[in-house]
Each structure stands twice: as structure tokens, then as C-alpha cells.
């Protein structure tokens, strides 16, 4: 298959121009959006993905230096370019340990003796971060195959430049977790971390929802147990307007190849 150059729109998005850097397919019609003080944060589509194009992309990720997003809820913040794109160079003053420690204590200091209950069985005690998971199939093979599943929705592509698809969360300016934590950038940390433990994959974008592949997931409860624990800091809604605990939602955990997420 031929390589494109990029376009002259998707040019704007790299410091130096784009130089070098191809596609490996000619793109839907589209538009750069910027944030207010009129820097470029990232392209998108007009028209909804046509199958099989965010696959091709994220196979080219290396030679055209843009990760594929499907966008979901394209009316906001997409249209509406309510975007504060940030350095993705930031995420590497955090970690994943980090964040999850500082908003296990938090949380533990402000609430009621009986709400412990809910983080049962670590109670007031972080437990830290879970251990790897053993990888079933290739990262990218089941990122395909998520990307896949998830484009009969007819979700406009997004493209950000990003050295991988944890950086694509500060790279579009991506707020979708603000009522949680105010900036995404320890946030990114915390998928960066995942995409090395758990073989996940930033596939889709929404307004306040992320989903993500995951090639390594828990393949036991006491290991799914821990991991819930990391989600539950990441996104407290997913388990407490879910399964109601750590247990229960940990439940859904184990073997699962995909992790989705959503902030009220």
C-alpha cells in the first residue's frame, strides 16, 4: 500500500511541520480543532470512521506520529473545541503509584468510618499497584479487534499527535474525568502505566467516558481484586454506580478485554 503524505491541516499539529512523516491511507474530509488561545490540539473527521481506518492508523503510528481515536458525543466538548491540550513531556513527573496513594489517602481522611466499607478487603490501607498481567494475545490484535467492535457506533476519528495513546489524553486536551481530578496529566500517567502492565491501548474518547484494550487483563479474582482497587482511584464511579465494591466489580474484571470508563 502507498504512504501519503500528510495533509496540510495535519501538518499544523507538529512543531517541525510534519516532515518525513506519512499515512497510510488518504483521509475523510476534516478539520484541526484548537483550543481558545488558538493552539492546534488535534484532528478530526467529519463523518463517522470507516471500518477497518483506525486499525490502519494505529499500524502507521510509527511513521506518521499520530495515534487514532474514535471520538464519542461529537456535539461536546469535540464541536464546541472546549479543548486545553497540554505537553505530553508533563506525564513524566508522575506515576501511576503516585496518584493512586494520594487519592486513596485523600479519600480515607475526608470519609466516614462506615464508607471504608466499600474498599473492603484493603480498607484504610492503599494497597498499591497490581502485578503485571500475563499477555493472551498481541496488544495491538486485540486493540484492532476493540477499535472494530466499537465503529458500527459511527464515531467521527480523531488523530493527536502522541508518542503513544496514553500521551493522545493531554495531547487533545481531554477533560472527560474534570469532576474527578481537575488535570489529566497524573491521569495519563496512571494508562501509561497500564498500557505496560496490562497490554492496554487507548482505542475511544467521549465527553466523560475512555476505553481502552486490554491484552493482559486479571485472570483470577485476587489479582482482579487489586486492580479494582487501581480503577476505583482512577474512576470511583465505575465502581461505586456499579457493582457498589471492590469485589463485585472486580467480578467483571477477570479475563475481560476491555476496559471502559465513565465519569459522572
Known sequence: ???HQLTPELRQLFADGGKGRTLPAVLPEGEVLCSEDERPAFWISFDPSPPGLWSAMRAAHRRSGLWPLLLEETHQPWSAA??????????????????????????????????????EPFGALCPGLAEPGV???????????????????????????????????????WQGAIHHNEWQVPMAAVVRSWEERFGARVVCLGFNTLDLSVAAPPADLEHALHVAAEHWTFCPDNVIQGAGDLRGYAEQLVGGHSWSFWWD
Open 82 to 119: 472546549r479543548v486545553e491540550p497540554d505537553d505530553p513531556a508533563m506525564i513524566d513527573h508522575f506515576t501511576a503509584e503516585g496518584f493512586m496513594a494520594e487519592v486513596w489517602q485523600e479519600w480515607v481522611a475526608q470519609a466516614a468510618p462506615e464508607a471504608l466499607a466499600e474498599l
Open 135 to 173: 499477555p493472551v494475545a498481541d496488544p495491538d490484535v486485540v486493540a484492532d479487534w476493540f477499535a472494530k467492535s466499537l465503529e458500527d457506533r459511527g464515531m467521527p476519528l480523531g488523530l493527536a499527535v502522541a508518542g503513544r495513546g496514553a500521551d493522545s489524553l493531554v495531547a487533545t486536551g
Open 1 to 3: 500500500m502507498e504512504d
